[in-house]
């Protein structure tokens, strides 16, 4: 009787601790308010992944994960490098904008599979693959470039590329190459109303039906929207049948187009998709997904992207971040960063001097856009506050470091050292880039402040606020942590997808216009959401 008493009363502490292990919780969209573009994700038991583009930071395709759709955080990066071009290494040109792009994430017999191809030479993709997709992940083959493309697994064996606008490719079983004789074919030819953009794939089967959900954007239709479309067939080389499944404007940054579905283990279904919103990026937004018809219809009842949803969550899962906070107590590098282009490793470290960041000048260039090693993270909005503990001590005359709200458009709060003298300097900065290589061909630079830094310790701080489309960075330096002086003017944050295209990072550097040499020690980075 008294081990069975036992056993009841361990039964009962499990299900009360199950019940305390989840909540209702009310979230108001977008999910995740940072950039988070062209999202493509599965899910594997309880568990969410999600991975999205990043084009030209590192390490890149980060792979996400969630047991709520709501909280996100980073548990791996499908690559460390790419090392196709010198310019990945910001040598005889750049990749801004470029690098890697829509990715696709499957999991297919035990292991998870991810594709994505750089919109650049030597135009061919990756395909990588995990056990874990925590990592690591083993790059499997190069096959050609296809653009937008999304993986998908057939029933039969058989594995394909859904691509461009409406193109089937397929490939090899073992993913080693396209399957030489395989199906190569245009799927479906527009209609009369897909006139303008078609494109990001996203291809599944669902009880025994092929879709395939693509953006749809015409801006010479008058009062047309960004837009959902979806094509479905019964066999995979068609025919094929169109419905707009999400035509709906949201929070006055118009409509809402390109992302994916995934059901839950309850068996309900969501969209995840995003929107662009101005200079933050393009982020997140998640609704209900309702099979009408064999259709699935995405938003709410009415077809609208809602405001607030109420979901189950689970407060002790999945409670890391995306971005956040950083005392650089590790030895490795916290999964929040991502460097502007690959890193010269021998120029960081978390180790020369534990609890900071060491930032070495790697090269000696004239401007932010051509310097190594500049650390970044995304910005959250609505609002965002961060700040940054500098140890100035080793830079060398000609050395610049600071802060920056970081972009085509870039405002910048550096430290500048001249005949051993240290100065604050913010400046508003844009970049010009040749449509080729993406080489910088020109840096406007509208110096707006300059004051002595008489202090070889400085805390550097940028308030960001994305709220009604104000997309504004004001910039504050402080001695002592404690008093605030804000310096130089608001910068305008702009998306511009003919450069980075991608939304305003927060981002530490330091670079030599002079020498190579000298270096700073990053104590501490401070993230706000307000």
């Known amino acids: 009787m008294k081990l069975r008493h036992l056993l009841t009363s361990a039964a009962l502490l499990l299900l009360s601790a199950g019940a305390v292990a989840q909540q209702q919780e009310t979230f108001t969209n977008p999910v995740i308010n940072a950039d988070v573009p062209d999202p493509s994700m599965i899910r594997v038991g309880d568990y969410y992944y999600l991975v999205s583009t990043t084009m030209h930071l590192m390490p890149g395709c980060p792979v996400m994960r969630s047991k709520d759709l709501v909280h996100w955080e980073t548990i791996s990066y499908v690559f460390q490098k790419l090392t196709d071009l010198p310019r990945y290494d910001l040598l005889e040109g750049t990749v801004y904008g470029r690098g890697q792009w829509a990715s696709s994430i499957r999991y297919h017999n035990g292991l998870f599979y991810v594709w994505f191809s750089p919109n650049d030479e030597p ?178 009842e009415q077809g609208r992207v809602p405001e607030q949803m109420t979901l189950t969550t689970y407060p002790d899962e999945c409670r890391g971040s995306i971005m956040g906070s950083d005392d650089f107590a590790s030895a490795s590098l916290n999964l929040n960063w991502q460097w502007n282009h690959n890193p010269v490793d021998s120029c960081w470290s978390l180790t020369e001097r534990p609890g900071y960041m060491r930032l070495k000048t790697a090269r000696v260039v004239d401007n932010l856009f051509l310097a190594p090693n500049t650390l970044t993270q995304r910005m959250p909005g609505p609002r965002s506050q961060a700040t940054v503990a500098l140890d100035l001590s080793h830079m060398k005359d000609g050395d610049v470091a600071g802060f920056s709200a970081f972009n085509g458009d870039s405002g910048i709060l550096a430290v500048e050292m001249n005949g051993g003298r240290k100065q604050l300097v913010m400046s508003l900065q844009s970049v010009s880039l040749a449509d080729d290589d993406k080489r910088v061909t020109e840096v406007k630079t509208d110096e707006k402040e300059r004051v002595d830094c008489p202090s070889d310790r400085v805390y550097l701080r940028i308030d960001a606020d994305f709220t009604g489309k104000k997309d504004e960075a004001l910039f504050s330096y402080s001695l002592d942590n404690v008093t605030w002086h804000r310096i130089g003017t608001p910068c305008r944050m702009i998306f511009d997808y003919r450069r980075f295209f991608m939304g305003s990072k927060f981002a530490i550097f330091n670079y030599a216009t002079r020498s190579l040499g000298g270096y700073v020690d990053v104590d501490s980075f401070t993230l706000e959401t307000i």
Do not use: N
């Not at 499997?140 to 999304?150: E, G, L, N, Y």
């Not at 008058?222 to 479309?229: A, I, K, Q, T």
């Not at 499944?245 to 279904?269: H, T």
């Open 123 to 300: 135009h061919r993709g990756y395909i990588y693959s995990a056990k874990d997709p925590a990592g690591p992940w083993t790059l499997v083959s190069r096959p050609p470039h296809f653009h937008d493309a999304s993986l998908l697994f057939d029933d039969d064996g058989k594995v394909y590329l859904f691509y461009g606008t409406g193109q089937l490719r397929q490939l090899k079983s073992d993913l080693s190459d396209v399957e030489p004789g395989g199906l190569d074919l245009k799927i479906f030819e527009r209609d009369a109303d897909e006139q303008g953009l078609l494109e990001g794939s996203q291809a599944f089967k669902h009880d025994g039906k092929y879709y395939l959900m693509m953006i749809s954007m015409d801006w010479s239709v008058p009062g047309r929207l960004r837009r959902e479309v979806c094509y479905r067939a019964d066999k995979i080389t068609g025919p094929y049948e169109k419905k707009v499944i999400l035509e709906s404007e949201f929070q006055g940054y118009g409509g809402v187009g390109q992302g994916c579905i995934v059901d839950s283990p309850d068996g309900d279904w969501y969209g995840f998709i995003f929107q662009d919103r101005g200079g933050i990026g393009r982020v997140p937004t998640l609704m209900p997904c309702r099979w009408v018809d064999g259709w699935p219809m995405l938003g709410d």
